[in-house]
């Protein structure tokens, strides 16, 4: 069973287009990361979040936080080419050293 | 400043043999962490090290193992390989803000090192 479950697992979408991808889980995270992979690359830290209910920006994207901290949203404003990649949300539980990742979003934003 | 380095970025090993990874952090961090992918799934987590001493471990066999190394670089060893652990192998670096290492620090990873078992 994966702790942490995203959706969709793959997306393809146009230039211009709105998307929002989701992480989702029945445990409880004290803090839960996005990261972007391109192929043949480590992922990239987008954006942490600690505090329930919580929402960032960083410039198009927006990340939110669930208010029972158990699942978080990415939504992407106006996709552009670069923003194709794998997305993939990570969480931290409470007591554990590790960090869990759910299987990622492939997303391919066409021009 | 270099980011973290994995060396060899490219491994083709047969049944049964031992590998060998290398990983240098970001220079002025103390943690490394590995992680295994394999394709079409996410990262999973082998190990964290923190000033030479291991912090975590993740459910993987005993045929897995690894050190860190005074000048902090680390490596993971895989001994009599099996066809399923061929995968991207990660490794990210991070600068704990206190002794204990939380998982929400800001992990960097490198590009990793593509093993394909035969």
């Known amino acids: 069973t994966q702790l942490l479950e995203q959706s969709p697992q793959f997306l393809s979408i146009q230039e211009g287009e709105n998307l929002t991808v989701y992480c989702n889980s029945s445990s409880v995270f004290s803090s839960l990361q996005w990261y972007r992979q391109e192929p043949g690359e480590g992922p990239v830290l987008l954006v942490t979040?600690?505090?329930?209910?919580e929402v960032k920006k960083l410039k198009r994207l927006t990340f939110q936080f669930g208010d029972a901290r158990k699942d978080s949203s990415l939504h992407i404003t106006a996709a552009q080419p670069g923003d194709t990649g794998l997305y993939l949300c990570?969480?931290?539980?409470?007591?554990?050293?590790?960090?869990?990742f759910g299987k990622g979003t492939k997303l391919t934003v066409n021009p | 400043d270099a980011g973290v380095t994995q060396s060899p970025t490219h491994l083709i090993k047969t049944r049964g043999q031992h590998v060998t990874l290398r990983c240098s952090p970001i220079?002025?961090?103390?943690?490394v962490s590995w992680y295994q992918q394999v394709l079409g799934q996410g990262p999973q987590f082998i190990f964290q090290?923190?000033?030479?001493?291991?912090?975590g471990r993740g459910n993987f066999p005993d045929r897995f193992s690894a050190r860190q190394f005074p000048n902090y670089s680390s490596e993971l060893n895989v001994n009599a390989l099996l066809l399923g652990d061929s995968a991207l192998y990660l490794c990210a670096s991070s600068q704990p803000g206190t002794r204990r290492v939380r998982a929400h620090e800001k992990l960097f990873f490198g590009s990793g090192t593509q093993l394909s078992v035969l």
């Open positions: 090290y923190y000033e030479k001493e291991e912090r």
């Open positions: 979040v600690v505090t329930g209910g």
């Open positions: 220079s002025g961090h103390k943690s």
């Open positions: 990570a969480g931290e539980r409470r007591g554990s050293e590790k960090l869990v």
